[in-house]
Nanobody, 115 residues
Framework: QVQLVESGGGLVQSGESLRLSCVASGSKYGFGTMGWYRQAPGEQRELVATVTITGGTLYADSVKDRFTISRGKGRNTIYLQMNDLKPEDTAEYYC?????????WGQGTQVTVSS
């Protein structure tokens, strides 16, 4: 059974930093591209950043130069270093992973940025 477990969310003030982690497990095929998405109340879920199995990255324009996505040596763990956080970054952050033809989601971790 595939599981994605996120951690690292919390409440911070504007300008501070947080680091999110996601550990994926349970797939006999391993995991390909992994990434972070976020959803604010009343809004659609949106892409934050993705990282391929070879380390290629993609970022939303709103987080470029502030957020960095990386992948652990074991390939099943990803991180999102979030610097200079802004109130508009407040959202539930979800880990996503592709495995073979399937798309998996974590339960989410809340990030709240106060002004």
């Amino acid at each position: 059974q595939v599981q994605l477990v996120e951690s690292g969310g919390g409440l911070v003030q504007s300008g501070e930093s947080l680091r999110l982690s996601c550990v994926a497990s349970g797939s006999k095929y391993g995991f390909g591209t992994m990434g972070w998405y976020r959803q604010a109340p009343g809004e659609q879920r949106e892409l934050v950043a993705t990282v391929t199995i070879t380390g290629g990255t993609l970022y939303a324009d709103s987080v470029k130069d502030r957020f960095t996505i990386s992948r652990g040596k074991g390939r099943n763990t990803i991180y999102l270093q979030m610097n200079d956080l802004k109130p508009e970054d407040t959202a539930e952050y979800y880990c996503n992973a592709l495995s073979w033809v399937n798309n998996y989601w974590g339960q989410g971790t809340q990030v709240t940025v106060s002004s």
